[in-house]
């Protein structure tokens, strides 16, 4: 399975605190194996990352401040691919974009930002793929799950988590919880 | 395919303004017939969720302010089932829940709440089926999203809006949107 790596651009203090933590926690219960906070930083949710990741488990890592073009730039040069999750590029559903970046056999660094990200992030010297989670305005949250649900094949949903502290019991009925 | 119609619990306004945005608007994209925000009324989101539809169309419905209990109630009256989304829950990857929800070929009530919903939530009075995507802690947003990916098997992704005033042309490179 290849490593998977988010970036998150366009993040704004406290209008998106509640938003860009679901994104990081995402990230993590889907997989990938690290979150970018590009270009700002924001203290509560690297509180609340670390919270999370001692309480459920890991690896996983959270940066910020570093610059997106520092990232991209970084990424590439280790030989790792980089995608672009936009409504405006290729269909993930109704285009092959997902067999050619499966067959690529590289690291991805998934790129989420917010509606207006720069224009550069769809040249080729940012983005390898332009990937569409359908074409209809919607979420950097629901794209990143969708993108990454398909990317593993569903086996992201069953991974274990390492030196957790607590681990839900799945059941049909009721909340169990496992504390260590 | 199923009518699905996803219910929102636990909205606060101001702190989740742009989270139940972003879940309303997933709902959009991924094939729901509309939202209801249940026991709150929140006129920004509507608006936001208005100007959506109307810009890139539908038919998308948002209602709010109806108490969960009622729209759970006149849901189940109906003939439809309830499927609570929760990290407690059947692990969707693990377990055979989905083809459980598929057989029962009903029309589906998906209720998506935050960390604290009611225990009640998890009862068989509430939900007939209580679905985890995935055991740790996430995202509603992200659930949602892989759920109804995996329930309408991608083909929602194809879906075309009726009315739309604007389309995304999906291609490799750059933003290209149709006008109408």
Not at 106 to 115: N, P, T
Request: hydrophobic share 40%; charged share 30%.
């Amino acid at each position: 399975m290849p490593k998977v790596v988010v970036l998150r651009w366009g993040h704004r203090l406290q209008r998106d605190a509640r938003l860009t933590t679901h994104v990081v926690l995402t990230a993590r219960a889907l997989g990938a194996s690290g979150l970018i906070l590009s270009d700002i930083k924001d203290k509560r949710i690297k509180e609340t990352v670390e919270k999370v990741t001692k309480n459920w488990g890991g690896p996983f890592f959270f940066e910020m401040g570093v610059s997106w073009k520092k990232a991209v730039k970084e990424w590439k040069e280790k030989g790792g691919v980089v995608v672009h999750l936009t409504a405006y590029g290729d269909n993930i559903q109704t285009s092959d974009i997902l067999q050619r970046i499966k067959a690529s056999e590289k690291d991805i660094l998934v790129v989420i930002g917010s509606q207006k990200v720069p224009k550069e992030f769809f040249s080729r010297s940012v983005s390898d793929f332009n990937v569409a989670i359908g074409n209809q305005p919607h979420s950097e949250c629901a794209s990143l799950a969708i993108f990454l649900d398909r990317l593993f094949e569903g086996k992201e949903l069953t991974k274990s988590f390492e030196n957790a502290k607590m681990r839900i019991i799945s059941q049909k009925r009721d909340k169990k919880l496992a504390r260590k």
